[in-house]
């Protein structure tokens, strides 16, 4: 199962509570690049370049993937056509939906996330509109904007059916 949805929504707490409900391995795709880059992933957006972390990306998503496994996608990730298309074939796709104003909550303030860092809460919320469309293709819509242990039961409800 893979989770999508915009910086904030909850995908890699969602991710782990499920895994963890559900006996089954976890994927945090960002954790998975910064193994690999050797560095955090703001780092790599400053001394690299945004194109050097998708690459990056984009060669570890299906490893990411693996069956049985919950996921939790970067935000950008299911953006790429080439990675919707290995996401959609190997994973079922869930999008932790929240509204932004929920999402500028949990993320404002937060240096970590490299397209946060600077940017303004309407280049954001821009950013959020221009992603949206893709994350409403997932198979599955849950409802984020409540505490994320709940989240997580409805994910797993949705896994087990």
């Known amino acids: 199962m893979a989770l999508i949805g915009f910086m904030?929504?909850?995908k890699t707490v969602v991710g782990a509570l499920v895994a963890q409900r559900a006996g089954a391995n976890?994927?945090?795709?960002?954790?998975m690049i910064e193994?690999?880059?050797?560095?955090?992933?703001?780092?790599m957006f400053a001394?690299?370049?945004?194109?050097?972390?998708?690459?990056?990306?984009?060669?570890?998503?299906?490893?990411?993937?693996?069956?049985?496994?919950?996921v939790a996608l970067?935000?950008?990730?299911?953006?790429?056509?080439?990675?919707w298309a290995v996401i959609r074939e190997r994973?079922?796709?869930?999008?932790?939906?929240?509204?932004?104003?929920?999402?500028?909550?949990r993320i404002s303030g937060l240096t970590m996330r490299p397209?946060?860092?600077?940017?303004?809460?309407?280049k954001l919320e821009a950013l959020f509109e221009q992603r949206r469309p893709?994350?409403?293709?997932?198979?599955?819509?849950?409802?984020?904007?409540?505490p994320l242990d709940s989240v997580a039961t409805e994910v797993l409800r949705l896994w087990s059916a």
């Open 91 to 105: 994973a079922m796709t869930v999008y932790l939906r929240a509204t932004f104003d929920v999402l500028w909550e």
């Open 115 to 122: 397209l946060a860092r600077g940017r303004s809460q309407a």
């Open 47 to 70: 001394t690299r370049s945004e194109a050097a972390f998708r690459a990056i990306e984009s060669e570890l998503l299906p490893r990411a993937l693996e069956p049985g496994a919950v």
């Open 35 to 43: 193994d690999e880059a050797g560095m955090a992933i703001s780092d």
């Open 26 to 31: 976890f994927h945090d795709l960002d954790l």
């Open 8 to 10: 904030g929504a909850g």
């Open 74 to 83: 970067g935000g950008g990730t299911p953006t790429d056509d080439r990675n």
């Open 134 to 146: 893709r994350y409403e293709q997932a198979d599955h819509t849950v409802d984020a904007n409540g």
